[in-house]
């Protein structure tokens, strides 16, 4: 069963930090570019960052520059993304998903449930 399952999100801060894990199960990420996505309450879905399967490059929105990070461990068949100085304009729900062709900027074949993150003090 093919599965993609996001974790580590919750309540933080405003400045704190959360690393969010994205797991596949029945199929290897390797060959597919990843990408986190978020959806805030009354607001359209916006991609927050990819990282490609071909040559590891990664790609962020301007709004989370310099301080998100994503990064892949194919060993663990794990993507995740380390959030640092998060602002309450960070609070949504992440998604991640994979895209077969391996670009960010193919369809994306599969998809998590998602995870709650909020920032607040």
């Known amino acids: 069963q093919v599965q993609l399952v996001e974790s580590g999100g919750g309540l933080v801060q405003p400045g704190g930090s959360l690393r969010l894990s994205c797991a596949a199960s029945?199929?290897?990420?390797?060959?597919?570019?990843i990408g986190w996505f978020r959806q805030a309450p009354g607001k359209e879905r916006e991609g927050v960052s990819c990282?490609?399967?071909?040559?590891?490059?990664?790609y962020y929105a301007d709004s989370v520059k310099g301080r998100f990070t994503i990064s892949r461990d194919n060993a663990k068949n794990t993507v995740y993304l380390q959030m640092n100085s998060l602002k309450p304009e960070d609070t949504a729900v992440y998604y991640c998903?994979?895209?077969?062709?391996?670009?960010?900027?193919?369809?994306?074949?599969?998809w998590g449930q998602g995870t709650q993150v909020t920032v607040s003090s």
């Open positions: 990282i490609s399967s071909s040559d590891g490059s990664t």
């Open positions: 998903a994979a895209a077969g062709g391996g670009s960010c900027h193919d369809e994306y074949d599969y």
């Open positions: 029945g199929f290897t990420l390797d060959y597919y570019a």
